[in-house]
């Protein structure tokens, strides 16, 4: 890979990782803060919820890292190593556990019986991002799955041919 594009991917990591943090400190608990204040039956939801966004978005920095340690990996020509499966492991891993926190919001908010300010379509809406979520952390994890197999391949024939020559 030219190293223009491995550059400009970490570029890509180091600022998703930084507005993660910016999110994880100022955002989601000013915004969690706020709801309360305007709305305070909210009050009893809001640090659940607030540490369950907090540890979804550690989840996705983790797996950003890894894909940090994988792109070191391959400016280096060394992805075809049993170490790069430790880090796509890794990206599974985040994945399902934010999949997991994703199904635990999703059945939350489907049975609790949480107070609404207007007529209840701010629930039905957040109702439906977790559903989404949950779609999508599925999907994702299943096709870092399917890439890890990929790589399984690709390796498995790089030994092969170093043998041989």
Do not use: N
């Not at 890979?1 to 890509?12: D, E, K, V, Y």
């Not at 880090?87 to 985040?94: A, K, N, P, Q, Y």
């Not at 039905?124 to 994890?141: C, E, K, M, Q, W």
């Amino acid at each position: 890979m030219h190293r223009f594009f491995i550059a400009t991917l970490r570029i890509g990591v180091v600022a998703a990782i930084a507005f993660g943090l910016f999110g994880q400190v100022i955002v989601i608990p000013t915004t969690a803060a706020d709801e309360v204040d305007r709305f305070p039956p909210y009050a009893p939801f809001a640090a659940p919820y607030v540490t369950v966004a907090i540890i979804g978005i550690a989840c996705v920095q983790v797996a950003l890292v890894a894909v940090w340690m994988l792109l070191a990996m391959v400016r280096r020509g060394a992805i075809f190593t049993p170490l790069a499966f430790r880090w796509v492991d890794t990206i599974i891993g985040s994945s399902v556990v934010a999949t997991l926190l994703a199904i635990g919001v999703t059945g939350h908010l489907a049975v609790a019986d949480i107070p609404s300010p207007h007529d209840g379509m701010e629930l039905i809406g957040a109702l439906a991002a977790a559903v989404a979520s949950v779609g999508v952390g599925a999907a994702f994890a299943m096709l870092v799955g399917i890439m890890r197999s990929l790589l399984r391949k690709a390796t498995d024939l790089e030994t092969e041919i170093a043998e041989v020559i």
